[in-house]
């Protein structure tokens, strides 16, 4: 059974530098379409950052330029780095993955959600 296990959440700084790893547990998939999401109390889910096989990242205007999302391709991992982090960007912060077949990704295999992971910045 695949899933999508979240770490690197914490408490930091005003300032300071966080990385989210999103692991995808499992073999015969790689990861395709990449998103990272977070809430934050009272607030609607929001995309973060997202990437495609393809094309170029493409981030939330207010974390462009802070925020970096990569893959790791032979361990099936995604990363978010956060730097300069602000207290607005306290939230949950959620990996999502499209998986497809090994090894030329033909066939979709499905959409699937890590389990959430805090990120605290105080001032």
């Known amino acids: 059974q695949v899933q999508l296990v979240e770490s690197g959440g914490g408490l930091v700084q005003a300032g300071g530098s966080l990385r989210l790893s999103c692991a995808a547990s499992?073999?015969?998939?790689?990861?395709?379409?990449m998103r990272w999401h977070r809430q934050a109390p009272g607030k609607q889910r929001e995309l973060v950052a997202q990437s495609t096989r393809s094309g170029r990242p493409t981030y939330l205007d207010s974390v462009n330029g802070r925020f970096f999302i990569s893959r790791d391709i032979a361990n099936n991992t995604m990363y978010l780095q956060m730097n300069s982090l602000k207290p607005e960007d306290t939230a949950v912060y959620y990996c999502?993955?499209?998986?497809?077949?090994?090894?030329?990704?033909?066939?979709?295999?499905?959409?699937?959600w890590g389990q959430g992971t805090q990120v605290t910045v105080s001032s």
């Open positions: 499992g073999s015969g998939f790689r990861l395709n379409n």
């Open positions: 999502y993955a499209d998986l497809c077949s090994e090894p030329l990704c033909a066939i979709a295999i499905g959409g699937y």
